[in-house]
């Protein structure tokens, strides 16, 4: 049985995000567009004020964009990842959106395992595929998925 972690999500302002930029950095992630206005990150951390990581999500009308997902080392594997992706899910259902696309270089089992499905990149609505994220970030070997929303 797991237990659902709860996380005090702390959106980050455009002049706050040098520390997104250094954990993306070190997990290989891009940071070219994460001081650009528009887009939504939060810092994540336990009620015991414990850093836990980063997450981002890119709002296109009835649809997300979740990205720049980052759970800080001491904190992986402890359910701290799923944790941020609930968090996120919520923000993007609290905005209207029935669908989150995301894309992976290698996590795609873990992304599945929350409930996302693989998708064509040609089943992604135009406001997704035309993020600087998903058309010039990502490497185009990305695996894209996808999860609706209730």
């Not at 709860?6 to 992630?29: M, N």
């Not at 979740?66 to 990842?81: D, H, I, K, Q, Y």
């Not at 010039?136 to 990305?142: G, K």
Request: with cysteine.
């Amino acid at each position: 049985m797991t237990t659902r972690r709860r996380l005090i999500a702390t959106p980050l302002q455009s002049w706050e995000r040098d520390g997104l930029a250094t954990a993306l950095t070190k997990v290989g992630l891009p940071v070219d567009d994460v001081h650009e206005s528009g887009l939504l990150f939060w810092r994540f951390e336990t009620y015991e004020d414990v850093p836990v990581g980063f997450g981002g999500l890119e709002l296109h009308g009835p649809n997300a964009l979740l990205r720049s997902l980052v759970t800080l080392p001491p904190l992986r594997e402890a359910g701290m990842g799923a944790a941020i992706v609930a968090a996120l899910e919520a923000e993007a259902m609290a905005s209207k959106c029935r669908a989150i696309y995301l894309l992976t270089a290698g996590q795609d089992q873990f992304f599945a395992h929350l409930g996302y499905k693989p998708c064509t990149r040609d089943k992604v609505p135009e406001g997704i595929r035309a993020s600087r994220q998903f058309a010039a970030l990502c490497p185009a070997s990305a695996i894209v998925m996808v999860k609706r929303l209730a």
